[in-house]
């Protein structure tokens, strides 16, 4: 599934310029589930943030998402996390994602592949967000 949204993805929006290793963890939020893939690719994109969220949606979408419940078993999840150093904060997007200085299964690949890129809102780069992120769910790197 990760393969099929990344070619869909550079089909959509661009060539992918670098992607993070596959990692596995636990479900977040309800637990009761089996684990969740993870990854962090980079693409350039010259749309809008919203006019990506509708691209990102229609994927998800089209690759059989079907959103019953918040945290609940999914087919494919794909977060835009940054819009380079834009903030948006709408109804419908907010950039940089609200959580990601949270969840350590986000800043373990985005640290991977952006290391010293810095959050535009908290001003600290990915690998001091990591670094000081109380989350301790086990991120594992599989290739």
């Keep these: 599934m990760l393969r099929k949204a990344i070619d869909l993805l550079q089909f959509r929006i661009g060539k992918i310029e670098t992607a993070s290793s596959v990692y596995s963890t636990k479900a977040w939020g309800e637990t009761d589930q089996p684990d969740f893939l993870n ?6 994109y010259t749309g809008t943030a919203i006019n990506a969220l509708e691209i990102v949606l229609n994927i998800e979408h089209e690759m059989g998402r079907v959103r019953f419940k918040k945290w609940g078993a999914r087919i494919i999840d794909i977060d835009l996390l940054y819009y380079g150093d834009q903030v948006h904060h709408t109804s419908k997007l907010t950039l940089p994602h609200a959580a990601l200085h949270l969840r350590r299964f ?5 640290a991977e592949v952006l290391p010293d890129f810095i959050h535009p809102v908290l001003n600290k780069t990915q690998q001091q967000l990591l670094d000081e992120c109380a989350d301790r769910l086990e991120v594992l790197k599989l290739v």
Excluded: D, K, N
């Design 106 to 110: 986000t800043l373990v690949p985005l």
């Design 39 to 44: 990854q962090v690719v980079v693409m350039p």
